[in-house]
């Protein structure tokens, strides 16, 4: 069974700086995309920024030059560095992958999201 566990949310003023980590765990054969989106109260859920597994990324045009993904295929983990933080950011962010378990199909699979909030 494949499970994504995030962490390193929380509360940040303003200008600020954390780094969310993502973690797949279970029997998995290959992960294609990893990600990050984000959902704020009222709003439909959005992309931050995603990474192939090649190392190509893509970003929100409100988070380019602030925030930057990076993953390491070795431990199945992704992490986003988000810098310069603003009240905007504040949502919860959830991790995303495309993952092809042990004995099944590509899949997309969603963690159970971790709070950031911005305090200005």
């Known amino acids: 069974q494949v499970q994504l566990v995030e962490s390193g949310g929380g509360l940040v003023q303003a200008g600020g700086s954390l780094r969310l980590s993502c973690v797949a765990s279970?029997?998995?054969?290959?992960?294609?995309?990893m990600g990050w989106y984000r959902q704020a109260p009222g709003k439909t859920r959005e992309l931050v920024a995603r990474?192939?597994?090649?190392?190509?990324?893509n970003y929100a045009d409100s988070v380019k030059g602030r925030f930057t993904i990076t993953r390491d295929n070795t431990k199945n983990t992704v992490y986003l560095q988000m810098n310069s933080l603003k009240p905007e950011d504040t949502a919860v962010y959830y991790c995303?992958?495309?993952?092809?378990?042990?004995?099944?199909?590509?899949?997309?699979?969603w963690g159970q999201g971790t709070q950031v909030t911005v305090s200005s």
């Open positions: 995303a992958a495309n993952i092809r378990p042990v004995g099944g199909a590509w899949n997309n699979y």
């Open positions: 279970g029997t998995i054969i290959s992960i294609h995309y």
């Open positions: 990474s192939t597994h090649a190392g190509d990324t």
